[in-house]
């Protein structure tokens, strides 16, 4: 699989943000941000994001967090894989500088590539 972060590895539709707010597999929190996590069965997964006027003011702050999102889970998507994930974010993550955000979400996604997912990528666990 390549570390591209191409349309099929985003939440695109209503429908699939719908799918994980509805019925999530899990939550993990963190500080001033959210993730919920369901299992979509496929080979890669996928990310949302919900970052909102209220809790980050400024557009450039809201597309510097979602650049740093991105490139960590572009990074860290061979351990995902079978997820789909929506990060919300919270009051104050616009105060954390972006190397601070980079090893925040790096140990975000270590904690959920610790959670076991039915993935379809190990053909011994479809027996």
Same mark, same amino acid.
């Given at each position: 699989m390549s570390r591209d972060f191409g349309r099929d590895k985003r939440l695109l539709t209503p429908s699939q943000f719908k799918a994980v707010f509805d019925s999530p597999s899990g939550?993990?929190?963190g500080r001033n941000v959210l993730l919920l996590v369901r299992e979509n069965g496929l080979p890669h997964p996928r990310l949302g994001l919900v970052i909102g006027k209220k /809790?980050?003011?400024l557009a450039v702050e809201r597309n510097r967090i979602k650049r740093q999102l991105r490139e960590t889970f572009r990074l860290h998507q &061979?351990? &995902?894989t079978g997820w789909d994930i929506v990060v919300i974010a919270r009051k104050g993550l616009a105060d954390q500088e /972006?190397?601070?955000l980079a090893r925040h979400f790096s140990k975000l996604w270590k904690r959920l590539s610790r959670t076991p997912s039915i993935a379809p990528s190990d053909p011994r666990s479809q027996v």
């Open positions: 939550k993990l929190p /809790s980050v003011k &061979l351990d &995902l /972006s190397a601070e």
